[in-house]
């Protein structure tokens, strides 16, 4: 089976704009979870979407939103892009809401400027 | 809310022994996981504890004590390819959310 797969993998973007990420999970997976990572800062959630639905979400501004698609791949959007975006963006992907495992993708590297 | 703990460092010599703990506090615990992530690398997945007790993977355990609201990973025989960050992650809630703390930055020295 092909892993979780992220595009783009890296991205440059300037302060105010805004920025589109894709997540395809592994075939036959329904839930997709978003986390930002920033040095010192772990791996903050964002939100999961499981069968189209946003099931969880974090402590993030409203800027950050997501959605899911009918064969389950998701795309993540932040609006007004912030200096303190800049970040590494993880998509992870499991069955279903009961699996413990998520399996992660590479990640895509946002650089805000 | 959900909150995690754990040290931000730990160095150990090659072919030792090395133990991260991780407290935590949250509501509709269902089960505490330890991800491997090395740099530049994708978190990737190395156990999982819902029950008290010590589960043994190869030559990684991960412990669990649900009433202390603590667990932690042991790794035994270090080899410097365990040089990585570590983090534990509780599921909890209605949908199983997973919350990630922020990492043991472990560094194996020979």
């Known amino acids: 089976k092909a892993g979780v797969t992220q595009t783009p993998r890296y991205l440059i973007k300037t302060r105010g704009q805004q920025v589109t990420l894709s997540c395809s999970p592994i075939?036959?997976?329904?839930?997709v979870s978003w986390y930002q990572q920033t040095p010192g800062q772990g791996l903050q959630f964002l939100f999961e979407?499981?069968?189209?639905?946003?099931?969880n979400k974090g402590n993030f501004p409203g800027r950050f939103s997501g959605r899911q698609f009918s064969n389950s791949r998701s795309e993540m959007n932040v609006s007004t892009l912030e200096l303190g975006d800049s970040a590494l963006y993880l998509c992870?992907?499991?069955?279903?809401?009961?699996?413990?495992?998520?399996?992660f993708g590479p990640g895509t590297r946002l650089t805000v400027t | 809310g959900q909150s995690l703990e754990q040290p931000s460092e730990v160095t150990a010599v090659e072919g030792a022994i090395v133990q991260i703990n991780c407290t935590y506090q949250?509501?509709?615990?269902?089960?505490l996981s330890w991800y491997q992530q090395h740099d530049g690398g994708a978190p990737t997945f190395l156990s999982y504890n819902a029950l008290d007790g010590l589960e043994e993977t190869g030559r990684f355990s991960s412990f669990l004590s649900r009433s202390d609201s603590y667990g932690y990973l042991l790794l035994q025989e270090l080899q410097m390819k365990d040089s990585a960050s570590y983090f534990c992650?509780?599921?909890?809630?209605?949908?199983?959310?997973?919350?990630f703390g922020t990492g043991t930055k472990l560094q194996v020295i020979p």
């Open positions: 949250t509501s509709g615990f269902y089960g």
């Open positions: 992870a992907s499991r069955p279903d809401r009961e699996a413990y495992e998520q399996y």
């Open positions: 992650a509780v599921s909890s809630g209605g949908y199983q959310k997973v919350t």
């Open positions: 979407y499981f069968s189209e639905t946003q099931r």
């Open positions: 075939s036959g997976h329904r839930s």
